[in-house]
């Protein structure tokens, strides 16, 4: 599968899924632009391939996302990638917390999505990373569940309004990934329960039936295939990869 003068912009591309996203993309032939708010990651990334190159960019601001786009140039596969989690049971869960997760995880998807639709001419692929918190709850992190419903929501919506153009738009939800985030929460679920970092990261292994975090590099082939020949026809679909936990 060639990419060969296509142009992919995947936002969050400087660590985890969205790095891996980068360099599967830039192997495969295409022009990549990765684009964060931590230019030094993103920096580091695009020193791995001379395919890609860095933008910095907020996509909870709304001029910063439309600046991100500009510098891109057109993009023919746009991935909105980039995401944050926060763990708080409901009783002591902030508005501030409640904010901040609904900004990154679902305004910025859509206004990812938006600007990216907007600017394509033709064929086009829109991608969302979202979760399996997307299609099911888990306690303590309700803003974050909340906001990846949204996310599978609007794919939903999105996929019908552009059904009868050459584009389509697909939701990956990913079980918890072998990735910094994720190091992250096994960090914090130790230091809450009184657990050996390798017991909390068992616990979030135990949550897929095949009892393993899932590689970023599974999602990254999704993503490939849903932009390849063949995937004309998979339009608004949430596309699970828990190993049956969904």
Known sequence: ??????????????????????????????EVVIAGRRL??????????????????????????????????????????AGQA?????????????????????????????DGLNQM?????LIAVASTAGLKGYAKVAPYAAAKHGVIGLTRSLALEIARRPVTV????PGFLDTPMTEHSVQVIAEKTGRTLAEARAALEAMNPQNRLIAPAEV????????????????GQAITIAGGEV
């Open 220 to 235: 990254t082939a999704a993503a490939l295939w849903l932009c390849g020949p063949g995937s004309e026809g998979i339009n």
């Open 1 to 30: 599968m060639s990419f060969s003068g296509k142009r992919v912009l995947i936002t969050g591309g400087g660590s985890g899924a969205g790095e891996d996203l980068a360099l599967g993309f830039a192997h495969a032939g295409a």
């Open 86 to 114: 926060d763990s708080a049971v409901m009783a002591k869960t902030t508005l501030a917390q409640w904010n901040a997760m609904i900004a990154v995880n679902l305004t910025g998807v859509f206004l990812t999505l938006r």
């Open 170 to 173: 697909n939701a990956l939800c």
């Open 40 to 81: 030094e990651a993103l920096q580091a990334v695009a020193t791995r391939s001379t395919a890609i190159r860095a933008v910095q960019a907020d996509v909870t601001d709304e001029a910063s996302v439309a600046a991100m786009f500009r510098a891109a140039g057109p993009c023919d596969i746009v991935i909105a990638n």
């Open 121 to 125: 001419q033709g064929w086009g692929r």
